[in-house]
């Protein structure tokens, strides 16, 4: 299974913003939207990804508040990502390896969209379902073997 097959079934609705867009705009986007991350564009280009963790981490630094901060100033400014071309394994992989919950789905230099944990881990359990109702059909079907007379 691929990243392409996970965007298929998610869907492409993305939720972007720009560096300078101020945090608490950002924090309201993200809780009306029921979303964990936004991806940060710049000029066409993917600068930076803002997730619940920076939020967090900046909440604590300043008191339970985001002030007058920028997304600029506490963003994930090297975000890893991915292709549609990558493979499931490799993605769940890659998001331990590096503790990441969300990764930008990249093609060239064009955002295709962004996949969550939460994502993979639902494409792997709706996989192994399918893959169990088939060996389940399978075994069910099997055919008898014939009966050795016996000695």
Same mark, same amino acid.
């Given at each position: 299974m691929?990243?392409?097959? #996970?965007?298929?079934?998610?869907?492409?609705?993305?939720y +972007?913003? +720009?560096?300078?867009?101020?945090?608490?705009?950002?924090?309201?986007?993200?809780?009306? $939207?029921d #979303?964990?991350?936004?991806?940060? =564009?710049?000029?066409? !280009?993917?600068?930076? =990804?803002? &997730?619940?963790?920076?939020?967090?981490? &900046?909440?604590?630094?300043?008191?339970?508040?985001?002030? &007058?901060?920028?997304?600029?100033?506490?963003? !994930? !400014? $090297?975000? #890893? &990502?991915?292709?549609?071309?990558?493979?499931?394994? /490799?993605?769940?992989?890659? =998001?331990?390896?590096? $503790?990441?919950r @969300?990764?930008?789905? =990249?093609?060239?230099?064009?955002?295709?969209?962004?996949?969550s944990?939460?994502?993979?881990?639902?494409a792997?359990? /709706?996989?192994?379902?399918?893959?169990?109702?088939?060996?389940?059909? @399978? #075994?069910? !079907?099997?055919?008898?073997?014939?009966?050795q007379?016996?000695?």
């Amino acid at each position: 299974m691929r990243v392409s097959d #996970i965007l298929k079934v998610k869907g492409n609705t993305l939720y +972007t913003v +720009t560096p300078d867009t101020a945090l608490h705009d950002a924090v309201n986007t993200m809780a009306e $939207h029921d #979303i964990g991350s936004l991806v940060v =564009m710049e000029y066409g !280009d993917l600068v930076g =990804m803002l &997730t619940f963790r920076e939020i967090i981490l &900046t909440l604590r630094a300043n008191g339970g508040s985001v002030g &007058t901060t920028t997304i600029r100033k506490v963003m !994930d !400014d $090297h975000p #890893i &990502t991915c292709t549609p071309e990558t493979e499931v394994d /490799e993605v769940r992989r890659m =998001m331990l390896e590096h $503790h990441v919950r @969300y990764l930008p789905v =990249m093609e060239s230099r064009s955002l295709m969209g962004v996949i969550s944990f939460y994502d993979v881990a639902k494409a792997v359990v /709706e996989a192994q379902g399918f893959e169990n109702k088939l060996l389940k059909a @399978y #075994i069910r !079907d099997w055919p008898e073997e014939e009966r050795q007379p016996a000695r």
